[in-house]
């Protein structure tokens, strides 16, 4: 079980920067692989980033590669979002999520993360 919580959201100015964080508790969160995923109000959750369990693999939505970053430390059971050069349509609802299986071709579904957080809101307005 591993149960996460986001934080760092929120009011940022288009090319600005934000840094988003999801602490997991569970003895378990190394052996995870981790997803970022946003939702606006009326539309499906989309896939953002993704890294695997030893962070030496990355993945990025067309979108958002090239600024932001996607990162991890074991050691503390936190996954981050280095979110850079913001633009208002990156506002939404961030949210973290964790699976246990892990497939390259199946990163950016998000059936396949058995665990979420609640979410932080992230706004990007002059």
């Known amino acids: 079980q591993v149960q996460l919580v986001e934080s760092g959201g929120g009011l940022v100015q288009p090319g600005g920067s934000l840094r988003l964080s999801c602490a997991a508790s569970g003895r378990t969160f190394s052996s995870h692989a981790m997803g970022w995923f946003r939702q606006c109000p009326g539309k499906e959750r989309e896939f953002v980033a993704a890294?695997?369990?030893?962070?030496?693999?990355?993945y990025y939505t067309d979108s958002v590669q090239g600024r932001f970053t996607i990162s991890r430390d074991n050691a503390k059971n936190t996954v981050y979002l280095q979110m850079n050069s913001l633009k208002p349509e990156d506002t939404a609802v961030y949210y973290c999520?964790?699976?246990?299986?892990?497939?390259?071709?199946?990163?950016?579904?998000?059936?396949?993360?058995?665990?979420w957080g609640p979410g932080t809101q992230v706004t990007v307005s002059s």
């Open positions: 890294i695997d369990w030893s962070g030496g693999n990355t």
């Open positions: 999520a964790a699976r246990a299986i892990f497939n390259r071709f199946t990163v950016q579904d998000p059936s396949w993360y058995a665990y």
